[in-house]
Nanobody, 120 residues
């Protein structure tokens, strides 16, 4: 069983910064895609940034130049540094992990989410 534990959400003023962290535990294959999605009230969940093992981060347009995704493969952790935050970044941020086995189907896992609130 795979578990994802998130930390780092909170309240910040516009223009401020937050750092989200996620730690994965359990049976995790070496090849996987890990990162963050978010869901604002009344909106669908959307990709923020992900990175596959050995690859470069993939960012949503709204995060380019403001968000930085980093991962530690040895520790199965991923962090999202968010700078220049805007009120429209307010959302629940979910840690995401897709395990890609050498054979068979991939499996997606989600954290419980951490709330980020950006005030004017």
């Amino acid at each position: 069983q795979v578990q994802l534990v998130e930390s780092g959400g909170g309240l910040v003023q516009a223009g401020g910064s937050l750092r989200l962290s996620c730690s994965a535990s359990g049976s995790i294959y070496a090849v996987n895609n890990m990162g963050w999605y978010r869901q604002a009230p009344g909106k669908e969940r959307e990709l923020v940034a992900t990175v596959i093992t050995g690859g470069s981060p993939n960012y949503a347009n709204f995060g380019k130049g403001r968000f930085t995704l980093s991962r530690d493969n040895a520790k199965n952790t991923v962090s999202l540094q968010m700078n220049s935050l805007r009120p429209e970044d307010t959302a629940v941020y979910y840690c995401y992990l897709r395990i890609i086995p050498p054979y068979g189907r991939s499996t997606d896992y989600w954290g419980k989410g951490t709330l980020v609130t950006v005030s004017q």
